[in-house]
């Protein structure tokens, strides 16, 4: 089992910066592909960023590539979305997920394990 904790959401305005962080733990937790994905009101939860277990190989959608970084500290066990020139578009929950295996996925239905979320809300 891996439980997942995100934190760093919040309210910032157009072209601020936000990072958030997810602290995955339990069994073998550094060895799962990690990525990203977010829910806009009345939208299907969408593929945002995922990294692979060493932190040297990730993907990200094309809307948030420059702006949307993942990264990943496996020694401090912790997962991170730098966000910067933020837009309200980018408004919505963002959810933190694991996966085993080295593929770095952009289907939530390959991903195992799921974070609570937390609320980022982008004002124009």
């Known amino acids: 089992q891996v439980q997942l904790v995100e934190s760093g959401g919040g309210l910032v305005q157009a072209g601020g910066s936000l990072r958030l962080s997810c602290a995955p733990s339990?069994?073998?937790?550094?060895?799962?592909?990690m990525g990203w994905f977010r829910q806009a009101p009345g939208k299907e939860r969408e593929f945002v960023a995922a990294i692979g277990w060493s932190g040297r190989v990730s993907d990200s959608t094309d809307s948030v590539k420059g702006r949307l970084n993942i990264s990943r500290d496996n020694a401090n066990n912790a997962v991170y979305l730098q966000m910067n020139r933020l837009k309200p578009e980018d408004t919505a929950v963002y959810y933190c997920a694991a996966r085993p295996g080295t593929y770095l996925s952009r289907q939530r239905r390959d991903y195992d394990y799921w974070g609570q979320g937390t609320q980022v809300t982008v004002s124009s």
């Open positions: 339990g069994r073998t937790a550094s060895s799962y592909t």
